[in-house]
C-alpha cells in the first residue's frame, strides 16, 4: 500500500512493513513505487513535517526516511520528527542524490536492525520473566518447608503444605531443563568467553 501526503491508501493489501520517507522532492513516487515491490512493503510519503508529524500519529512504521535536505534545512523539526517516530528506525538520507539501489540497501539494512534489535528486546524480556518465575518458585517452595518445619502443625495443613512444597520442587525442576534448552541461554552461552 502507498499513499501520498495525506495517508490515502492505493493498495489495500497489509504488507509486512510500513515505511514512512519525509521528502518535498518531487517525482519521488516513481523511486519509491519500485523499492515497494522489491521488498514487499508499503512505503507512504509525507510532504514535509506537519504531514509527517500526522501521519506519525494515526499510524506505526518501521522505518522514517528523512530527506537530507529537510533536515539541514530545519534541524528542529528534524529532532520533532525522530522524537515521534515511535519504535520505527530513523534513517536520514539524500534522496536527491543518491539512486533507488542505494536507498533499497539502507532500507534493508534498517529492517535488518529493527528485526534484531526487536529480538533481541523479545529475549531479554523472557530471561527476565524467567528469572521472576524461577524466584517466585523458589520462594514458594522455601516459605513451604519453613512451614513444614513449625512444631505442632495440624496434619491436614501439613499434608497440604507438604503437597505445596512438591509442586513447587517439581516446577523448580521443569524449569531448570527448560532453561537448559532456551534459546535465551544459547545466547548467554555464545557471548561467554570459551
Not at 91 to 108: D, K, P, T, V, Y
Request: aromatic content about 2%; some cysteine.
Amino acid at each position: 500500500m502507498k499513499t501520498q501526503g495525506n495517508g490515502t491508501a492505493l493498495d489495500t493489501h497489509p504488507p509486512r512493513h510500513r515505511v514512512l520517507v519525509v521528502t518535498m522532492l518531487e517525482g519521488i513516487d516513481t523511486k519509491v513505487a519500485e523499492i515497494a515491490v522489491h521488498l514487499a512493503m508499503s512505503i507512504e510519503i509525507a510532504g514535509g513535517r506537519s504531514a509527517a508529524l500526522h501521519m506519525l500519529e494515526r499510524k506505526s512504521y518501521s522505518v522514517v526516511v528523512l530527506d537530507q535536505m529537510l533536515a539541514e534545512t530545519d534541524p528542529e523539526g528534524a529532532d520533532l520528527l525522530w522524537r515521534h517516530c515511535g519504535f520505527a528506525v530513523p534513517l536520514q538520507f539524500s534522496l536527491s542524490i543518491a539512486g533507488s539501489a542505494r536507498l533499497e540497501r539502507e532500507l534493508r539494512m534498517a529492517l535488518a536492525r529493527r528485526e534484531r534489535e526487536q529480538e533481541l528486546a523479545r529475549l531479554a524480556a523472557a530471561a527476565e520473566i524467567d528469572a521472576e518465575i524461577k524466584n517466585a518458585v523458589t520462594a514458594f517452595l522455601l516459605e513451604s518447608q519453613l512451614a513444614l518445619a513449625e512444631a505442632g502443625m495440624p496434619l491436614a495443613i501439613e499434608g497440604r503444605l507438604q503437597n505445596m512444597a512438591e509442586i513447587a520442587s517439581r516446577l523448580r525442576a521443569d524449569l531448570r531443563k527448560s532453561a537448559a534448552t532456551s534459546p535465551v541461554r544459547g545466547i548467554e552461552r555464545s557471548n561467554s568467553p570459551k
